[in-house]
């Protein structure tokens, strides 16, 4: 596995993992809070048949420059398109999302028609203009949530044997989970662990996730996509509301899975995206 930088449309550098594999070029996109080697074990399943790549999405992962004022969702999708074309723009190019990174791949794709042969996003935050006309990040619970959240434990352990206990990381596969200990941390100085993503960036992300505006846009795309959903929720909800709005758009239903369904269920999903694409 190697590492590469791009700068991206501002300047904010990126960073991008070769997780190796050999055929077709397919990238993976992160959810918020998360960072691109989740998709190590999906990625592993896949490797005979795609040469699979991550990004570290802007204030995640590697790719730690906080947030700058102003910030909007239609960032994500040019940070797409410079991992994008730093990798020479392959074609065939497949790409698979999950939440926030899923609207980042149909950003990129909606900029630049044609980018991708196809995509599998799962419950993409996509949604109705009149579902995101909310207040401002301080008054989002979600971004309450990560203002409170935890950042530093004694070791990766401590922090692994916390998530492992408690909703909704523990619904997490081990594999994943261990994944997003052993490369969402930084160690410090006096030998205990911080998450790389931080509370006041993630809080940003959840409170501007109405920005894009691309749900409105939907019918202009005529890429095949894959739009799955698991349990009922209002994120799985939108799932329904994106196939019905796309031209080529295909709904895969998973009840048995939550918003995490990818990272839940690897093996599953990594099957799931191979008959997607055809490979």
């Not at 991008?16 to 990238?27: A, I």
């Not at 996109?29 to 790549?53: E, M, Q, R």
């Not at 301080?138 to 949530?145: D, I, L, T």
């Not at 809080?203 to 005529?222: K, P, R």
């Amino acid at each position: 596995m190697t590492s590469h930088r791009v700068s991206s449309s501002d300047g904010t550098e990126i960073v991008y993992h070769d997780l190796g594999g050999s055929g077709p070029t397919l990238l993976f996109a992160h959810a918020t809070g998360f960072h691109g080697k989740v998709w190590l074990p999906i990625a592993n399943a896949l490797a005979d048949s795609f040469h699979c790549y991550t990004v570290d999405m802007r204030a995640h992962g590697d790719s730690r420059a906080s947030l700058p004022p102003g910030f909007n969702w239609q960032q994500f999708g040019r940070d797409i398109g410079a991992v994008i074309e730093a990798l020479g723009s392959p074609q065939p190019l497949f790409g698979v999302g999950h939440s926030k990174g899923g609207a980042a791949l149909m950003l990129a794709e909606y900029s630049h028609p044609g980018t991708f042969a196809a995509l599998y996003c799962f419950e993409p935050i996509v949604f109705p203009k009149a579902h995101t006309d909310v207040a401002e990040a301080a008054e989002n619970p979600m971004a309450q949530g990560a203002r409170k959240r935890r950042h530093v434990f004694d070791s990766r352990q401590a922090a692994y044997d916390n998530y492992a206990q408690k909703p909704p990381f523990n619904a997490l596969d081990p594999e994943v989970l261990q994944a997003y200990v052993d490369y969402g941390f930084v160690d410090l100085a006096d030998g205990s662990v911080e998450l790389k993503c931080q509370g006041d960036d993630e809080a940003v992300i959840y409170g501007t996730s109405g920005t894009h505006g691309l749900f409105e846009h939907l019918s202009e795309m005529s890429v095949p996509i894959t739009v799955a959903r698991g349990e009922e929720s209002h994120t799985a909800a939108a799932a329904n509301l994106i196939v019905a709005a796309m031209p080529n758009a295909t709904l895969e239903e998973h009840p048995e899975v939550g918003h995490f369904g990818p990272l839940e269920d690897p093996s599953r999903f990594a099957a799931r995206i191979r008959l997607a694409f055809g490979v």
